[in-house]
């Protein structure tokens, strides 16, 4: 059984920082292609960033230069580095694997970002 279990999430203020872990078991993360999602309320579902391929990360244009997506496969753990955060990067976070090749993907329960000016 594939789990991701999030982690990090936390309120903090303008220019904070805060990194996201998100654990994965159940499957070997080197063979999944992998991102992060955020959702604020009222609004849709949206890309943050992502690792394709094994080496090809794409960002949003809403958090390029702030955030940082990295993968660690000994630990098969994958992280989203936040820095310089603003208010309007709160959201709820979720953590998405998809396996390459396949339909099959996973998401992680969601950890809450609170951003205060």
């Known amino acids: 059984q594939v789990q991701l279990v999030e982690s990090g999430g936390g309120r903090v203020q303008s220019e904070g920082s805060l990194r996201l872990p998100c654990a994965v078991s159940?499957?070997?993360?080197?063979?999944?292609?992998m991102a992060w999602y955020r959702q604020a309320p009222g609004k849709q579902r949206e890309l943050v960033a992502s690792?394709?391929?094994?080496?090809?990360?794409v960002y949003a244009e809403a958090v390029k230069g702030r955030f940082t997506i990295s993968k660690d496969n000994a630990r098969n753990t994958f992280y989203l580095q936040m820095n310089s955060l603003k208010p309007e990067d709160t959201a709820d976070y979720l953590c998405?694997?998809?396996?390459?090749?396949?339909?099959?993907?996973?998401w992680g329960q969601g950890a809450q970002v609170t951003v205060s000016s």
């Open positions: 690792i394709t391929g094994g080496t090809n990360v």
């Open positions: 998405n694997i998809r396996r390459r090749g396949s339909r099959d993907e996973w």
């Open positions: 159940g499957t070997i993360l080197a063979l999944n292609d």
